[in-house]
């Protein structure tokens, strides 16, 4: 029986059996939990989020992707695809590097296969997005050596509601027309809790600053060999729509000792890719979750906890007049439980497996061959541990994950025989990969502690191991990859990639006047790139020719962040700021800097909350980014970022009415994200100034 079919009958037993995973934000007595008061981060606990937004931040920041959203969080930028897709990127790593999940559970999409795929789970139905690193990471996946990223919903209610409780939310929004809308209700009948939500969020092609063309129509930038592209758009930007709606139901039976739940989910999204020649994507997913907790199962442990999901992702490509060319799917399982012991000897902490199975199909709908990939089912089990003690003024941290990951593509598909390939410096043609089956033993751990001394501040230390497994497209991939304008070439032979984080940081968490501060070094062996090999392929629009390949890489950084009074009554400010340096060591065939890395930004936030009334600013710097890889183009020009908003709430009858109005971008910059490949960064800029209203009502 194959590893998939085991993952596949794990799942079905996970669902008759009533045990399932609780995420971090529930909180149990002496587990490990995520404290969590307004939109503010819990305390000094080192394996709590790095960042939750939530409330009137979330309300403030959300966009409409991920993205979008966290894009100037600290430390976190993001790719920019126009409005319907965009990634977040942590600390100059993103796609594999950064896993996105729904509740402690992947999201099952494509995302981090291409920066023009969008990340398929709903934002504005989230009540917080969590950012996690180091040990806390651990017990979601291995290799994400930038962090985690958790959108959380309400869809499995954990508690009762003492009565039917909702949020309608709807706005609009000038820059692109935009309109959306969005409902949130829970309720009970006896010892059951419902719930549903729903969004739909529909938007034009938006305005851009000056001209689509960094430096203008006549630039004419020649990514690939051949003639140079001209785009000469201003006004609005083609293909940079978006249209998605979802919708999600939940039940949960709440008893004295736990709970038991399933949920179903519906998404649809439709969004342009404003690439020079231009394309959309149309988008669906199913999605079926399972939860189960019970609260002190038996002597020394707390809680016990399972989760499952089946998810069945699907998205076609359109080129420019509309004809579909590219069909991705991805059907996946997943399921994982969590055990967590009471304190010993100062230590609480959590023990579990996880077992992960997936099937990926890129068909290309004109031959009705494979598409860029082969077929390949990659499956993923592992067991984790981590644990936090407490010592006097002593916190500290030890987590460790164990993972056996295989890819295992379809021998039998056919690679082409007959693509032509030009030679720009004399190097060999490439050669497709061997299809054969890949198994990686992976084990990542980490190691963490904080001294906490007088006045709240704390000081503290963290090291962390974290080993990926190559992807299936690093692996296997051969053909034209529109998105990027490149060929894509896989390497068969690439060995797991293995990450050494050291951080150092400073924090004071009490008080008025709070901060944190964070110096990091994370070296890579064997990191996974894409190398420019000089040929192209004039049969596919002169694509370049990138191969998988591996060196050795550093990334460091600073980041911190100094705030006085943040999400109280009364003035507040923010001062923040963050840089990250990537270059290749050597050991491969390429030097100099790691591609598609953020520009440093610093910024100042100011808030006055007093009454119902709330009113922000935000001013971003980012700078040039002259430091890029060998193969691209630039320098990223600097920018200017002024947000703003102001809010205010009454209540009415038990309903509380909010009225809020939302300024982006009010200097009419033109911003082209570094961390955006260079088709879409040469090509498209972020939106120009825009104004959003909207009226929410909370009861």
């Known amino acids: 029986m194959s590893n998939f079919r085991v993952n596949k009958l794990a799942f079905a037993l996970a669902l008759s059996s009533s045990s399932a995973l609780a995420l971090a934000q529930h909180q149990d007595a002496n587990s490990l939990q995520v404290d969590v008061t307004g939109s503010r981060e819990g305390g000094q606990s080192i394996l709590t989020p790095t960042k939750i937004l939530a409330g009137d931040e979330l309300q403030n920041k959300l966009g409409a992707t991920l993205g979008a959203t966290l894009a100037n969080e600290l430390g976190v930028s993001a790719t920019g695809y126009g409005s319907g897709s965009s990634r977040p990127v942590i600390r100059g790593l993103d796609g594999p590097r950064v896993q996105i999940l729904q509740n402690g559970i992947s999201v099952g999409d494509v995302s981090n296969i291409s920066a023009d795929h969008a990340v398929a789970t709903p934002i504005q139905t989230a009540r917080q997005i969590e950012i996690l690193r180091g040990a ?8 994400s050596s930038g962090g985690l990223v958790n959108i959380v919903n309400d869809r499995i209610l954990t508690n009762l509601p003492d009565a039917t409780t909702g949020v309608i939310n709807t706005s609009v929004e000038s820059v692109n027309q935009g309109k959306a809308a969005s409902l949130d209700l829970d309720t009970a009948v006896g010892s059951v809790a419902l719930h549903l939500d729903t969004a739909v969020n529909n938007a034009n092609n938006y305005r851009i600053p000056g001209n689509a063309e960094l430096n203008g129509p006549n630039a004419n930038w020649a990514i690939n060999p051949g003639e140079p592209v001209n785009v000469p758009y201003s006004g609005k ?13 939940g039940a949960s039976y709440v008893g004295q000792s736990g709970y038991t739940g399933i949920s179903i989910e519906r998404l649809n999204h439709n969004y342009g890719t404003p690439t020079s020649e231009g394309g959309f994507i149309q988008q669906s997913q199913n999605r079926y979750d399972f939860s189960h907790q019970t609260r002190d199962p038996f002597a020394g442990f707390s809680s016990f906890k399972f989760n499952a999901a089946n998810i069945n992702y699907l998205h076609t490509e359109y080129n420019n007049n509309g004809a579909a060319f590219t069909q991705w799917s991805n059907k996946a399982n997943e399921a994982r439980f969590e055990l967590a012991h009471k304190e010993i000897l100062g230590w609480s902490g959590t023990i579990g497996a996880q077992f992960t199975g997936a099937s990926l199909n890129a068909t290309d709908l004109q031959s009705n061959s494979y598409a860029i990939v082969p077929p390949t089912k990659s499956n993923s ?4 541990w981590i644990e936090e003690g407490r010592f006097g003024a002593l916190q500290t941290s030890l987590g460790a994950r164990y993972n056996l990951v295989s890819q295992n593509p379809n021998q039998s598909t056919a690679f082409p025989t007959d693509i032509d390939f030009t030679s720009q410096n004399g190097s060999p043609s490439p050669t497709a990969p061997t299809l054969q089956n890949r198994n990686f033993n992976l084990f990542s751990y980490s190691a963490g502690g904080m001294w906490n001394l007088q006045g709240g501040y704390g000081l503290g230390m963290a090291f962390t191991v974290s080993q990926r497994a190559p992807s299936a497209q690093e692996l296997f991939s051969y053909g034209p990859h529109d998105a990027t304008a490149t060929f894509d070439v896989g390497n068969s032979n690439l060995s797991t990639e293995t990450s050494r984080n050291l951080e150092v940081n400073i924090q004071k968490t009490v008080g008025l006047l709070r901060g944190k501060a964070s110096v990091y070094q994370n070296m890579f062996s064997n990191y996974i790139y894409g190398f420019y090999t000089g040929a192209y392929s004039p049969s596919n629009e002169n694509f370049s020719v990138v191969q ?5 890489a550093t990334i460091r950084g600073a980041e911190g962040e100094l705030t006085y009074n943040w999400n109280q009554k009364g003035a507040a400010g923010r001062i923040f700021g963050d840089v990250s340096y990537g270059t290749f060591n ?12 953020p520009a440093p930004r610093m910024g100042l936030e100011l808030a006055h909350r007093t009454g119902g009334w709330l009113t922000n600013a935000t001013y971003i710097y980012g700078l040039q980014q002259t430091r890029l890889a060998s193969f691209e183009i630039g320098p990223t020009p600097s920018y200017s970022l002024l947000n703003g908003g102001v809010s205010y709430t009454e209540k009415i009858n038990k309903i509380n009415w909010t009225a809020y109005m939302v300024l982006k ?3 009419n910059q033109d911003i082209r994200y570094a961390t955006t490949p260079m088709p879409v960064r040469l090509y498209a800029p972020q939106p120009g100034r825009s104004i959003m209203v909207g009226l929410k009502a909370s009861f």
């Open 136 to 143: 806390a990471a651990l017990m979601y996946g291995s290799g």
């Open 237 to 249: 930007l083609p293909f940079s729509y978006s249209n998605q709606n979802n919708l999600g139901l």
């Open 381 to 384: 089990n592992s067991v984790f």
């Open 548 to 552: 998988s390949s591996q060196a050795n």
């Open 586 to 597: 050597g050991g491969g065939q390429i030097s100099g800097n790691l591609p598609l890395q």
């Open 665 to 667: 971008n009010l200097l």
